[in-house]
Structures are given as structure tokens and as C-alpha cells.
């Protein structure tokens, strides 16, 4: 493949030079939507609602790391952290660390099957919910009053497949066809 310089190119050339790297941006995007989802508002007797931005970034890092580098962990952590109203830094310091960790383990891994995956995911989930939630209630919270997080962390662990699925969704519409 021959390099151009970029003032012999057509127009249409370098429109799509530049327009090209757009299908980078979709798997961020589509983890911070899924982050949208928990502003719906929806009134329940405790915290149930799944963490999918979450579980949508583990299916976008399991299945298609090229997508998804860890770094990637740190600016999406800190967007969820202001959708949704936790202390500023507890998804960007948690996120990373479970991307890095995601690395390490493949690193380590000779094969792996969806249900490797699914384990590992359903791990990292339980973890990283029940890590926020003693993180975001704090010493000053009379924790009689907070209910633990348990049917949301269950709740997320079920979704990941589904999470799974629309990743590989938006993969084959909107980065391959498009």
C-alpha cells in the first residue's frame, strides 16, 4: 500500500480519509448509552437496576479487544461516574483495573470458551458492584437504610449475555456494514 500525500488526493478521497476512523468512536458510544439507560427514571423498592454500560464494555473487551484498549477504561469511567452521580473517579479507577486485568488473564489463558467468559464476567461484575457500592455509601451512610446491591449485581451478571449479543450486533450493522 502507497502513501499519497494528503494535497494529491480527491476530494471524496480525503472526505473518506477523514470520515473513515468514525467506527472507532461506536463501541464508547454505545457503552455510554447503555450508561443513559440508568437515568430512565424507574421507581423501585432498591437498587436493581443492572450496571449494562459495564457489562457492555466486558462483552466489547472480551470479544473484540482491538475495540476496546484498556486505557479506554479511564475517560468512560469517569463520563459513567457523572451520568450516574457517584463520587468522580470510582468507575475510572475500576474500570481500568478490570480491563488490565481482562489482559492479564488472556495473557495467561491458552483457550477460552463463552462460558470462561461469561465466569470471568460474572466476577468482575460482582466485584466491581459490591466495590462501588461500599465506596459510593461511605461511613456516614447508616447502611440499616441501604439495601446492598446483590439483586442488582445478580441482575447484571443475567444481562451480560444479552449485553454479549448487542455487541456483536452493533459490531456486524454499524462497523462492518457501514
Known amino acids: 500500500m502507497t502513501v499519497v500525500p494528503w494535497r494529491q488526493l480527491e476530494q471524496r478521497e480525503r472526505l473518506g480519509q477523514v470520515l473513515g476512523g468514525w467506527r472507532s468512536v461506536i463501541p464508547a458510544a454505545s457503552v455510554l448509552m447503555a450508561a443513559l439507560s440508568a437515568r430512565i427514571p424507574v421507581v423501585t423498592p432498591g437498587p436493581i437496576w443492572p450496571d449494562l454500560a459495564l457489562a457492555l464494555l466486558l462483552a466489547w473487551r472480551l470479544y473484540r479487544p482491538a475495540f476496546t484498549p484498556p486505557w479506554v477504561g479511564l475517560p468512560l469511567g469517569l463520563a459513567v461516574d457523572l451520568i450516574y452521580g457517584q463520587p468522580l473517579g470510582l468507575a475510572a479507577m475500576l474500570w481500568p483495573m478490570l480491563m488490565l486485568l481482562i489482559d492479564e488473564i488472556e495473557r495467561r489463558l491458552v483457550w477460552r470458551s463463552y462460558w470462561h467468559d461469561w465466569a470471568f464476567a460474572a466476577i468482575a461484575l460482582a466485584v466491581a ?50
Open 129 to 178: 458492584g459490591f466495590v462501588s457500592w461500599r465506596i459510593a455509601t461511605g461511613d456516614a451512610i447508616d447502611r440499616r437504610w441501604v439495601a446492598p446491591p446483590y439483586v442488582a449485581i445478580v441482575a447484571t451478571v443475567l444481562c451480560f449475555p444479552a449485553a454479549a449479543r448487542l455487541a456483536a450486533w452493533i459490531e456486524r450493522r454499524l462497523m462492518v456494514a457501514g
